[in-house]
């Protein structure tokens, strides 16, 4: 809605750029799912030191597929004035697209710790720091897609950088919420002792990637 006040150009821009930064996006939070149902076996089970490495190599992890899957989503630049789009809407889309894409290491180090809470089924915390995010976005936008309060007039790269910033935030906020929180700091007294683990790296990549192509291709 916002972008669009700025032009139609800028508009089918943003819908191209999105169109496909999204399977990108949603293969990390595919991804990002195969902690949960781990971290709630070893709740339910009574083994609560296997909690925190659980977390501490999802981090490692999941910080790993955000940065390649940002390094694919580049690759993916030369190969946009091939696909049958106006050279004015690629010329725009192409450095949009850059910055979305780089949302997506922030926003995966985000869903460690989002899906690492529910699998404690702590879920209010992550809902009201996307929802926060969110509004966050929106004022970014006014601000920097019309020039307001100030800011430059940045039209569609403005509401990139909204975008990338609210999403910087997230993880930001939800780290704080794990490590300082009451609710879920008592499962992490492990977390500075815990070793990174190929065996739980590896359990963890086995749940993730089907679960990851399975939610794409959806």
Known sequence: MMVGRVGTTELAASAFANGIFANFLLFGIGFSFSITPLVGKAFGSGHKQEIAPLLKNSIVLFSGIGL???????????????????????????????????????????????????????????????????????????????????????GLMGAGYATLIS??????????????????????????????????????SSLGFPMAVQFTFE
């Open 68 to 154: 390649l899957l940002f390094v694919l989503a580049l690759g993916m630049t030369p190969f946009m004035p091939h696909m049958n789009q106006p050279e004015e809407v690629v010329e725009l889309a192409i450095p949009y697209f850059i910055v979305i894409s780089a949302s997506v290491f922030p926003l995966m180090l985000f869903a460690a710790f989002k899906q690492f809470a529910e699998g404690l089924s702590v879920t209010k915390p992550a809902t009201a720091i996307t929802l926060f995010a969110n509004l966050v976005n929106v004022v970014l936008n006014y601000l920097l897609i019309y020039g307001k309060g100030g800011f430059p007039e940045l």
């Open 167 to 204: 999403r910087i935030l997230m993880p930001i906020m939800m780290g704080w919420y794990t490590f300082r929180g009451r609710t879920l700091k008592p499962y992490l007294k492990e977390f500075a002792l815990a070793a990174y683990s190929s065996g739980i790296v590896k359990k963890l």
